[in-house]
């Protein structure tokens, strides 16, 4: 149990395009959802905390305008990276809390390139 | 963003050992969480510690939440090939509205 999909698992876009990633807890209903950001040897850094209904919460530096997070159900997330640039090409991973539950658990993260 | 601190960075040791390895904070989290994250993949779920003091373990993992909640440290025993990877460890962060903050990481690479 606990599963949590990741799509797309690798995109290439184009810079100023946008580029949504969807989050799916598969098996269990998730309140909260994270969105996270992994540079190449680097730790995760949490880019805001989702909540279903409710706006994201941001970390400060994260531009609320450029990382697009909407919880429409109970079960998805999305992230959309808006006018993309070279710069926002990083590992992008997802991870979702069950109802009343304390652990998360995480998508399998989707690279993303933009050239 | 905030991290927690891991020791050590990475290690290097041979197939059949055993493998510490701590994190520790200047904060109180009330729920430790101990990651394995392979190349290319999400983070796996290894240990969940809820109590301070609490000793729990999963096969051949063995986690520990400090009493001062402050700290938690990983064993793995016998190491094998596939324990190969970086193991994070996560405290949650219950003031204001609950996320988790990630430790800085450890590589682990087992010598056949």
């Known amino acids: 149990g606990a599963v949590v999909s990741q799509h797309p698992s690798r995109v290439i876009c184009k810079s100023g395009t946008s580029v949504k990633i969807e989050c799916r807890s598969l098996?269990?209903?998730?309140?909260?959802m994270f969105w996270y950001r992994q540079f190449p040897k680097k730790s995760l850094m949490l880019m805001a905390t989702?909540?279903?209904?409710?706006?994201?919460?941001?970390e400060q530096g994260v531009e609320k305008d450029k990382f697009l997070i909407n919880h429409a159900s109970l079960t998805l997330s999305t992230l959309t990276v808006t006018s993309a640039h070279p710069e926002d090409s990083s590992f992008y991973i997802c991870s979702a809390s069950p109802l009343g539950g304390t652990e998360a658990f995480f998508g399998q993260g989707t690279r993303l390139t933009v050239v | 963003g905030q991290q927690l601190n891991q020791s050590p960075q990475s290690m290097f040791i041979q197939e059949g050992e055993d493998v510490s390895m701590n994190c520790t904070s200047s904060s109180i989290f009330n729920t430790w969480l101990w990651y394995k994250q392979d190349p290319g993949e999400g983070p796996v779920l290894l240990i969940a510690l809820y109590k301070a003091g609490e000793l729990t373990s999963n096969g051949r993992l063995t986690a520990q939440f400090g009493i001062t909640r402050k700290d938690s440290f990983l064993n793995i025993s016998a190491s094998i090939p596939s324990d190969v990877g970086i193991y994070f460890c996560a405290g949650q962060v219950t003031s204001g509205t609950y996320k988790y903050i990630f430790g800085t990481g450890t590589r682990l690479k087992v010598l056949a």
């Open positions: 989702s909540n279903e209904g409710s706006k994201a919460t941001y």
């Open positions: 098996d269990f209903q998730a309140t909260t």
